[in-house]
Structures are given as C-alpha cells and as structure tokens.
C-alpha cells in the first residue's frame, strides 16, 4: 500500500497575507481621515454645539478667546472689591475751575435721624445742581456723617442733625458749580468769584458747597488731605449758619479753627496753624 504524497506547505508572503495587510491598511487610512477631520474642525461638536460657543478651557472656535479677554475674568478670580467710603473721600476727582451745570437742582431722596441724644435738632436738605458731574450719594453720606460726628457741630449732645428731603428743612446744603454758586452767594452781598470759595448764603436757604473745590480741594489741604478737607468745607458753611464768624490762626504750629479760612490761608500776621476739618478735634 502506497502512502499519499504529503500536500505542498504555502509560501510565504501569499495572497492570503497580501488580502490580510492590504484590509489592515485601508482600515487605518479611514480612521485618519477621521481624526484628522475633528481636529481640522475644531473638535468634538457635540460637546462645542453652534459655531461661537465656549469649549471647556474657555476658548471659542480656533482657541483664539480666552474668558479674561472677554471681560468675565478667569474661572474664581474674584470680584473686585467697590471702593470703601474713605477711599471715596480721599480721590481728587476731575472738574474744570469754570464748569457750569444747569443752574436748578435736585434733592437727594431720603430721611436720616440726626444723633442720638442731640439737644437742638436742625433739619437739613441736600441738593445738587443738575449736571454736575459729582456723586450726590457720597456727598449726602459726608454731610450727615460729618455733621452728626462728635467732632462736629452735634459735639456733646448739644445738637443733632437730621436729614429730609421735603420743604420742612430749615436749611439746604447745595453742591453746585462755581458759577451757580456765586449767584447764590451774590443773593447774600458774598463775592466767591475770585477764588471759588463756598459760602453760607445767609439770605436764602442755601448753604453752597462749591463743587470745584469739592473735586479739587486745596493747595492749603494738598491732594493727600481730600478727606479731611471736606468734611472742613461742610463744618465751616454749617458753622456760619449757626451764628459763627471768622476768626483767624492765633498760634504758630496749632490746629487752625475750622473757622479760619482755610481754602484760602492757614496763616494770619505770620502765625501759620496746621489744617484742621473739625470745631472740637479731641471729640
């Protein structure tokens, strides 16, 4: 019995590795058309929606934006705090000497009680003349702040301060321009022309406060005195309305009275005073 040839072994390198490599090759063609595609494209559309929206790192289409550019501030950045009262009180704010607003005013909404424990209690108003370009709020805060302070006019209980906003007030403290303020102050025979002083307008309601010298202070506070060269500005006008007159700086190196005219001068017969905002410093 004869044993049958054994059948003859394949190549290598036949047609069935050939079929085999060439499947291989066309597979990994088409996925790199595909990652290609989505990355020409910008990506996964399904997470990135509509042309123009924000991926997860915050770019849009082409990584070109980021959130600080567009003005909402890096993911947990926090907000930046608003400026605090005194800070308010401290900036030199820009105002031409000759600014002119509109001549009639506005009064600050709203009612404050006065000191505790005040004796006379005196009503007040605020105004501000349309136009200018100053914030009625802080200047309402820093009258009845000022006023109502131990240092102030209220000092010892003697008095207290309480601000309205109708026709009962026995007074109006007015912020305005200086051209608007020297037609009030010329009702009462007041000259404030020449060097754009405040006045109290003894023959009218008004108290002007000079909105020039509010926004720039003076060369006798200098920039870095703003604070307390307006709260001067206030207890000075409100100590005319109360009965009081000038007086000049009796001693060399001493605070000067806060009756003294001190956005003109802190000397007088060649005494010079330090510059001083309030009526009783000590409290």
Known sequence: MSVPAPAPRPKKGGKGRVVTGVLALAVTTVLAVVIGGQVAGGGDTSRNGATGQTDDRGQTDGGTTSRSEDGRGAPGAPEKAAPSYAQQMSEVLPLEPDFKGKGTFTAVKGEERGAEGGGEVLRYRVDVEKGLPLASGLFAKAVHKTLNDERSWAHDGERSFE????????????????????????????????????????????????????????????????????????????????????????????????MMQQTKTVTTDGATCKPNAWPFPKG
């Not at 009218?204 to 060369?219: E, F």
């Not at 009081?244 to 001693?251: A, E, I, R, T």
Request: include cysteine; aromatic fraction near 8%.
């Open 163 to 258: 601000r309205v906003d109708g026709k009962e007030a026995d007074f109006v403290i007015t912020l305005a321009s200086s051209p608007t303020t020297d037609v009030w102050c010329a009702k009462s025979g007041l000259d404030t022309s020449q060097e754009r002083v405040s006045c109290d307008s003894a023959s009218t309601d008004r108290i002007m406060i000079n909105g020039y010298r509010w926004a720039q202070g003076a060369k006798t506070f200098g920039d870095h005195r703003m604070y307390s060269y307006r709260q001067m500005l206030i207890n000075h006008e409100v100590g005319h309305r109360i009965g009081l007159n000038h007086v000049g700086c009796s001693k060399d190196g001493a605070l000067a009275p806060v």
